[in-house]
């Protein structure tokens, strides 16, 4: 399984202070240009199971969708190790992402593609299941290949029974007042492959898979 690997400060802060941040940004890069984007992220995970710690050890499983394009729809698999995040992703088209939500998921098994064949594991061993969706209201400024901030304007979630990310109708509960703004700074790390691979059972590390 390919990964990218990030170290990641978050922080909420008023609406105010956002623009002051963005004024400095734009201030101290004028050629700079902000990328607006929109995530839907499916968080699956096993309700019966739940606990603050391991959750906070485990890696988290996911299927996303960027800016409402069914040509974008992603497996994702993230965790965290001593601050670091590693995260893995891959692409799915529309169908796939039908059959896995309808639990059609034997094609998945043995998949040539690993992250596709660990979700199989997920779901059919540790009985992972839609939980909720969050949605993000993003702009981001990419300072670098390595590093880039972003802004999270809005955020909100629905759960419930067949939550789907193509559902434009589902209740979504805001997550951050009107007033707040939260935002991450991110920085990708580059880890020796030989110690990765040590620590990960011999995956490979990813040049720039899915750094967003």
Known sequence: ??????????????????????TSILRELPKIKAAEESIRRLRFMNPHEYNYIQEAEQAKYYISMHNG?????????????DDITYKASTRINYDEYEKIINNDIEWMQ????????????????????????T????????????????????ISRAAGKNINLLDEN????????????SYSFIRKTNIPSVVFNIMNNSEEVAGGL???
Do not use: G, W
Request: charged share 30%; aromatic share 14%; with cysteine.
């Open 1 to 22: 399984m390919k990964y990218i690997t990030y170290r990641e400060e978050e922080n909420i802060v008023k609406y105010s202070k956002y623009m002051k941040m963005k």
């Open 210 to 212: 899915c750094f967003q």
């Open 135 to 154: 949605e993000y209201e993003r702009e981001i400024y990419n300072f670098s290949k390595k590093e880039k901030v972003i802004f999270n304007k809005k």
């Open 110 to 133: 043995n998949h040539k593609d690993q992250i596709i064949a660990d979700f199989y594991l997920q779901i059919t061993i540790n009985a992972v299941t839609p939980a909720y969706i």
């Open 170 to 181: 589902m209740l979504m509960i805001n997550c951050l007042s009107e007033d707040k703004v």
């Open 69 to 81: 394009d069914m040509q974008q729809i992603f497996i994702e698999s993230e965790s965290i190790q």
